[in-house]
């Protein structure tokens, strides 16, 4: 796996410092059932790092402490974490809202079958990995079967409320490019998803979020490999556009990885560049508000995804 910082590093991007805080972002790990081509983390069956029981309840307590409204569950796959459901249940009786980044996939995997149904009794947000409509384009971006999977799982979540405007299960789907490219606009292929999976399959939903692929991790190793990582990276600095600045998540959100230590976003923590305090990094156990409150927040070339064209962020284009 090639390390795309140095390249990253010799690109400049304006500072930006970060406003207030409403929501932590978790990496509970990097264990996942698949291996997707688009993936930041690199994460797979084999990636074995998962947050510890303690780190997780000093996790619990910082957010208790400061009043944090959101939390974003991802991973890998969150929902392989031992402590998972523990976690959701904590969460729902501290009034907090949970968003789970789902790859969809996991719903079917043995001992996983209940997850769905947890996911609703707790009342939790359902981010789903849906890369495109078609199934020959996700398939090959995340692996053969993946598209099939996907749908029997996005039924049972439909089954359970999730996506029907008349409930209060949100379940919302993630568009990723094919490559080395940036999003199409994502209302016009809101409407294609919609008309495509109610046609083909019945299925609902209610947003789509079109996320431009950062090129680190595995994303960035492919670029890399192909030649296409200076392309890329002009593609995203001649796409910069000045005004997303003002909306890009980094500024109203932390990462959080495995280890409890705190990092700006999670393409960040990727990359291996966390907050310090006196030159030691951040720890959740440790952090206070003033310590992250009207902070620079660490940036280099990769941040250029985020504000090019129409901007991306966890919750799709910014403008």
């Keep these: 796996m090639l390390d795309t910082l140095p390249f990253l590093n010799k690109i400049s991007f304006p500072a930006i410092n970060r406003k207030i805080i409403n929501t932590l972002q978790i990496n509970l790990g990097y264990r996942c059932n698949q291996q997707c081509l688009h993936c930041h983390v690199n994460a797979g069956p084999n990636r074995s790092e998962e947050m510890s029981h303690d780190v997780l309840l000093q996790t619990l307590a910082f957010i208790k402490?400061?009043?944090i409204k959101v939390v974003d569950l991802t991973g890998g796959a969150p929902e392989m974490h031992p402590d998972f459901l523990y976690l959701i249940k904590t969460l729902k009786q501290m009034n907090v809202k949970v968003i789970d980044r789902c790859n969809l996939t996991i719903l079917n995997e043995t001992g996983y079958e209940t997850i769905a149904q947890s996911l609703a009794d707790n009342q939790v947000e359902v981010v789903a990995s849906m890369p495109c409509y078609l199934e020959e384009n996700v398939n090959k971006q995340r692996g053969n079967g993946v598209f099939e999977s996907s749908i029997k799982a996005l039924k049972t979540?439909?089954?359970?409320?999730?996506?029907?405007?008349?409930?209060?299960l949100i379940l919302n789907l993630v568009y990723n490019p094919q490559g080395a490219s940036l999003s199409p606009d994502q209302i016009k292929l809101e409407k294609d998803y919609k008309q495509f999976l109610a046609d083909n399959f019945a299925i609902s939903f209610n947003q789509l979020f079109t996320i431009t692929n950062v090129p680190v991790k595995r994303f960035g190793s492919m670029l890399i490999?192909?030649?296409?990582f200076t392309p890329y990276m002009e593609l995203l600095q001649s796409a910069y556009q000045s005004e997303n600045l003002e909306g890009?998540?980094?500024?109203?959100?932390?990462?959080?990885?495995?280890?409890?230590?705190?990092?700006d976003c999670d393409f960040n923590q990727m990359l291996d560049l966390p907050l310090k305090t006196n030159g030691q990094r951040l720890h959740i156990s440790h952090a206070t508000l003033n310590d992250l409150h009207d902070k620079e927040i660490i940036v280099a070339g990769h941040c250029f995804a985020c504000t090019a064209g129409k901007g991306s962020s966890c919750g799709g284009t910014l403008s």
């Excluded at 490999?225 to 296409?228: I, L, V």
């Design 157 to 168: 979540l439909n089954q359970l409320g999730y996506g029907d405007k008349d409930s209060s």
């Design 225 to 228: 490999s192909k030649n296409e």
């Design 248 to 263: 890009v998540m980094c500024r109203y959100q932390l990462s959080i990885d495995w280890q409890g230590y705190i990092y």
């Design 65 to 67: 402490k400061h009043k």
